[in-house]
């Protein structure tokens, strides 16, 4: 057992110097920005690229000379997505895939491997939203939610990561949401999903760094309401609602700076700093007040 003398000289020699010095590289980063790395000729793969965020996301790499490899269950849609980028003078190929079924994954990542190569910068995007009461949420729509959702971050991780790790080179992008930090009305489903993506994307990081492999970087995107069709009506008084594009250009910044969070608007992340500071209930008080949520839309028979 450490003694109190021994447990202030750990504090005073060790502890507040160690924390001083976070405090100020923080400072520092907060207004020196890191130098956004270069992503062109990277082997990007997109899930859920054939609309919404995750079109736009393909769309700001492909600018950024990326080639693509654009993942979706929608074929038209992703050969779309796939044709706007060749249309750029850029690279991507397309893949119909279902995230929720492994051998489906598994197998697409072997011709993937053969015919592109190994992949270098992962975004977990394929997402769901159902949007209703829990109590009459089919119990198949939950299931799927979770599939969709969080479980194929697993299915993708185990198939792509292991290259990463070998050449302790690589980029796992996590698409979350600010319900994951924020519960909404509505979205009990859709928020525990993305809340536990949020911490399999965290506990991913640790783990990584545990096996020394510094190179292979994690970021986890948590936007705010995004126009971009999922939800039908957004209630938000307060936050201006971000288009599709927005995202896309501030995922492809966070990937570029190597950023672990991004909150979109920007200025959420503080806000959830402040929560630390003010009573539970104020900000209760003020998602009712700016009447932040959704309106109910949930169809059973989808």
């Avoid at 997402?127 to 009459?136: S, T, V």
């Avoid at 999903?193 to 994690?218: H, P």
């Avoid at 250009?249 to 950023?259: D, L, P, R, S």
Wanted: charged share 25%.
């Amino acid at each position: 057992m450490a003694t109190v003398v021994e447990k202030l000289i750990f504090f005073v020699c060790i502890f507040f110097p160690r924390l001083f010095y976070y405090y100020i590289d923080a400072l520092i980063s907060a207004f020196i920005p890191a130098k956004p790395k270069s992503i062109a000729g990277k082997i990007v793969l997109v899930t859920g690229a054939g609309h919404g965020i995750g079109k736009e996301i393909a769309l700001e790499l492909a600018r950024k000379g990326a080639k693509l490899v654009l993942w979706d269950v929608n074929k038209a849609n992703n050969e779309e997505t796939a044709t706007e980028i060749r249309s750029m003078g850029e690279s991507a190929t397309a893949f119909v895939v279902d995230v929720t079924k492994t051998d489906d994954i598994h197998k697409t990542a072997e011709q993937m491997r053969r015919e592109v190569g190994d992949v270098d910068i992962l975004v977990n995007n394929a997402g769901i939203l159902y949007g209703g009461e829990l109590l009459k949420l089919k119990e198949a729509h939950i299931r799927r939610t979770f599939e969709v959702n969080t479980l194929a971050h697993f299915w993708t991780v185990k198939e792509f990561m292991p290259a990463m790790l070998e050449k302790n080179s690589g980029h796992i992008v996590t698409i979350a949401s600010m319900s994951a930090k924020s519960g909404t009305a509505y979205l009990v489903d859709y928020s525990s999903s993305k809340s536990a993506v949020f911490g399999f994307t965290d506990a991913l990081r640790e783990e990584i760094l545990k096996l020394g492999k510094t190179g292979v970087k994690t970021t986890t995107v948590c936007p705010s309401f995004v126009s971009s069709g999922m939800v039908k009506q957004i209630k938000d008084k307060l936050t201006e609602i971000s288009t599709p594009e927005t995202v896309g250009a501030e995922v492809v910044k966070g990937i570029q700076c190597e950023e672990e969070h991004v909150y979109i608007p920007r200025h959420l992340h503080f806000g959830l700093k402040l929560q630390m500071f003010f009573p539970l209930k104020f900000f209760r008080w003020l998602k009712e007040f700016g009447e932040l949520g959704i309106v109910p839309q949930y169809d059973p028979n989808t």
